[in-house]
C-alpha cells in the first residue's frame, strides 16, 4: 500500500480523492504523516542497540533494568515498544509454532549441519535498525556465507518488505544460489518473498524462533558493520548514511582480510583470484 501512496499526485489532472479511489487506498492512508520519535527515545533506542549487541538475551525486563541503571527514566512498556521498532527480539527457546496461510508460509531450517562447499550454495538476508540524527532507517543485505561477501543491500524508512524484495532481486540479478536464509519476518514470509525466490529455483530456508545463530555469519557482520561504523559515526541524513555505508561495505568485501578466509578479503573468495570490479554482474566461478 505504500508504494500505490506514493503514485498519488496532487498535481495530476484527476482529484486526490479519484486517485485513491482507482488505487484502493483510503484517501486518510495519503494524508497520514507519521509522527517522529522524541529525541529522548531516539537516545534510548541508540543505548538499547548497543546493549542488544553485547547481550541479544536481553527482553523488555531486563533491558529496562540495564537503562534504568544507565540513568534512563524508562518503563517496561515503552522498552517493549521501542524494541519492537527496531525490530529487536530477545533470544531464548520458545514453543515450535508453525503457521501457514495465504498470506504468510514458514520453512525449515536447511543449514543445520550442513557444509557449504563454495561460493553461491548459501545465502543469508537479514534487516537491522541505522539510528540516524533526528530519526532512524533500517538496512538489509544479502551476505554469502561461504566468502562473507555482501552481495547487495538496501536501505528504508519503514519495515515494510519492499527494499527487502529490491536487495533479493538485485542480489539474483549476480547470481543465484541453492539456499537463501532468512528470520521468519513478516518481510521474509510473505507471498511476494516466497513467490520470487522459489521462481527464481532457489529453496527457502527459515530460522528458527528467537535463534540468532541459525543465521549467525549475518548477526557477525552486523556486529562488525555497528561497532566498526554505525556506532562512531553520526549520520545526518539517509543520504549521508547510504554514502558512509556503501563505503564500509565496499571495504568490508574488497578491503578488508577475514581470518576464516585465510586473510583474504570476501571479495577475493566470491569472486576468485582476480576480484571483478564493483558493478559488473558477471557470474562467480563456482
Known amino acids: 500500500m505504500k508504494q500505490r501512496t506514493f503514485m498519488v499526485s496532487s498535481s495530476d489532472d484527476l482529484s486526490v480523492k479519484k486517485q485513491c479511489e482507482l488505487l484502493s487506498i483510503p484517501r486518510s492512508t495519503y494524508y497520514y504523516q507519521p509522527i517522529p520519535e522524541s529525541n529522548y527515545n531516539l537516545l534510548l533506542m541508540k543505548e538499547i542497540d548497543l546493549q542488544y549487541l553485547k547481550k541479544p538475551y536481553y527482553g523488555r525486563r531486563l533491558m529496562t533494568g540495564h537503562l534504568r541503571k544507565q540513568g534512563f ?21 520458545k514453543k515450535k509454532k508453525m503457521q501457514w496461510s495465504v498470506k504468510y508460509a514458514t ?54 518488505s519492499e527494499f527487502c524484495l529490491e536487495a533479493v532481486t538485485e542480489a539474483f540479478s549476480i547470481a543465484k544460489p541453492n539456499i537463501i536464509n532468512s528470520d521468519q519476518g513478516s518481510q521474509y514470509t510473505s507471498r511476494a518473498y ?21 543465521n549467525i555469519l549475518v548477526e557477525r557482520f552486523w556486529r562488525s558493520l555497528k561497532y566498526e561504523e554505525v556506532h562512531i559515526s553520526d549520520y545526518q541524513s539517509i543520504r549521508d548514511a547510504e554514502e558512509c555505508l556503501g563505503e564500509y561495505i565496499h571495504i568490508f568485501n574488497n578491503e578488508r582480510p577475514h581470518s576464516k578466509l585465510g586473510y583474504n578479503t570476501p571479495a577475493e573468495v566470491y569472486w576468485g583470484p582476480a576480484p571483478r570490479p564493483p558493478g559488473q554482474n558477471q557470474q562467480p566461478n563456482a
Do not use: H
Open 73 to 93: 527514566e524508562v518503563g517496561e512498556k515503552r522498552v517493549s515498544r521501542l524494541m519492537k521498532t527496531m525490530g529487536l527480539e530477545a533470544i531464548y527457546p
Open 194 to 214: 516466497v513467490e520470487l525466490v522459489q521462481n527464481n529455483g532457489v529453496n527457502i530456508s527459515m530460522s528458527g524462533k528467537g535463534r540468532c545463530w541459525d
Open 107 to 160: 520453512f525449515p531450517y536447511l543449514l543445520k549441519g550442513l557444509c557449504i562447499p563454495c561460493q553461491n550454495f548459501a545465502w543469508g538476508t537479514d534487516i537491522t535498525y541505522i539510528p540516524l540524527r533526528g530519526g532512524y532507517i533500517y538496512l538489509v543485505a544479502v551476505l554469502d556465507l561461504f566468502s562473507r561477501y555482501v552481495v547487495s543491500w538496501k536501505l528504508s524508512n519503514s519495515l515494510e
